[in-house]
């Protein structure tokens, strides 16, 4: 498979690692200094894009690898209002496009392990619900996209609560994200139920970037030549 890395930074060089390893051949890196090279010529040589850029970019560079008819995965954060407008275009493209705040396999099983616990915890009033997050100080967004997922998925089972805060709350209709930027930490997400009687705690520490990179790459292998939205619980079936 012919990969382009949109974004080559320390999680595009643990990629680049990951999808070597797995007999892949990258075609194309693009960084801040030659993002020039971002066209559809270069593109259309490949066979499948990762981006992995920054907040500020994201959009562009996944408009323009869709629009060339190649398909895309992302797991850039912070861009998400334009998320409905890269799924039109990969849909009018009739090319794959597939987003996750998180490619690790171990995060998006515990995707669903938080879902399954709010299922049983909302209707128990004397706990409370916060989230907190941990993650090194070069980070750019925050709360993180991991950290964003996470909360709104609490929120499908709690109608009481209206939207997530990135402070400590102590309104009823607001979810907690706690963010704090410790290095050398790669990334830690805790959800914590506390009441008088006792606490309840799940939580996923990441140890190395390569959980991410791997999933990444699995997620590009599932993606090649198909058409359509996608999600990495696809790619986890």
Known sequence: MKIALIGYGKMGKAIEEIALERGHEIVLKINSKNNNQLTFDFIKKTDVCIEFST???????????????VPTISGSTAWLQH?????????????????????????????K???FVAKLMHTHSEYTVNVEEIH???????????????AENILKHYPQKTKWVNQQSENQSELSIISKRIDPAPGT??????SEIDSIEISHTAHSRKGFAWGAVLAAEFIQGKKGIFSMQDVLQ
């Open 136 to 150: 090194h100080t070069a980070k750019k967004d925050s709360p993180s996209g991991t950290a964003v997922t996470l």
């Open 55 to 69: 907040p500020e970019t994201a959009f562009h560079n996944i408009a323009t690898c869709l629009n060339a008819g």
């Open 83 to 111: 998320l409905d407008e890269a799924k039109a275009i990969a849909l009018k493209n009739q090319t794959g496009f597939l987003y996750a705040s998180n490619f690790s396999i171990g995060v998006n099983l515990f995707f």
């Open 189 to 194: 997400h805790k959800i914590f139920y506390d």
């Open 113 to 115: 392990i938080n879902d």
